[in-house]
């Protein structure tokens, strides 16, 4: 597991107010633009939205009245449903904010809890991310969430993937850091994941895993890959 789903949400909410975005004042060129990319996961068009999570404005005007109804405390930890269906209430946050990423992370974690039932009337997880991508393609955020997603499906290759482009967006990002350092050390590629584990700790990344991770792995380290001991 990558993180706990409490501690994921804190860190996600840290991450949209401190990053540093591009304001989108108007949402009707994306939309055109990304509409004509809507195979398999759909058009963008939405009777309200789309809206940018990552504009400050958009979030403070148009975003209260989507979580009170439906993106909910108990939605965001998968409780229950906030106006019916959990997954619905999740589709329509996901509808109105594509790359809102705490409502991406949380139907990440119902569809790899549940699995993706043949008759769902909402979108794979895979198609959400293409959806906030096609919508928002320089988001760190949605990335970062991406590979977290990623990570826990056990692609470790496009988790890498995933993380190095969030920090490409944004290189001061101590969540991408720090779980790109965690994939690195699961590859046993441990000076990659001390480099990555020192930016992470120097900005103040509060969590300790990687950490002990390569503690154990230098304490236990035999020289196996030549590098975990040093």
Avoid at 73 to 98: C, H, I, M, W
Avoid at 131 to 141: I, K, Q
Wanted: glycine content about 8%.
């Amino acid at each position: 597991m990558i993180m706990r789903e409490g501690t994921g949400r804190a860190l996600l909410s840290a991450l949209a107010a401190t990053a540093v975005f591009t304001v989108v004042t108007s949402t009707t060129a994306p939309v055109q633009a990304a509409t004509a990319n809507n195979e398999a996961c759909g058009g963008l068009n939405n009777a309200y939205g789309p809206w940018d999570y990552s504009n400050a404005s958009q979030r403070e005007q148009r975003l209260p009245i989507v979580e009170q109804f439906h993106f909910t405390s108990e939605v965001e930890t998968l409780k229950a449903g906030a106006s019916g269906d959990l997954a619905l209430d999740l589709d329509y946050t996901l509808r109105a904010f594509p790359n809102h990423p705490r409502a991406l992370w949380a139907m990440a974690r119902l569809q790899l809890r549940d699995g993706y039932p043949a008759t769902a009337h909402y979108y794979s997880a895979e198609c959400y991310f293409e959806r906030a991508l096609r919508w928002r393609p320089e988001d760190p955020a949605v990335w970062l969430v991406y590979g977290m997603y990623l990570h826990r499906k056990k692609d470790v290759d496009g988790a890498v993937q995933k993380y190095r482009r969030a920090l490409e967006l944004q290189p001061d990002n101590l969540e991408a850091h720090y779980n790109l350092g965690l994939v690195y050390a699961e590859r046993g590629q441990y000076e990659e994941a001390r480099q990555q584990a020192k930016i992470a700790y120097d900005g103040g990344y509060p969590l300790p895993g990687l950490r002990r991770i390569l503690e154990k792995a230098a304490s236990g380290s035999n020289g196996k890959d030549g590098r975990a001991g040093r």
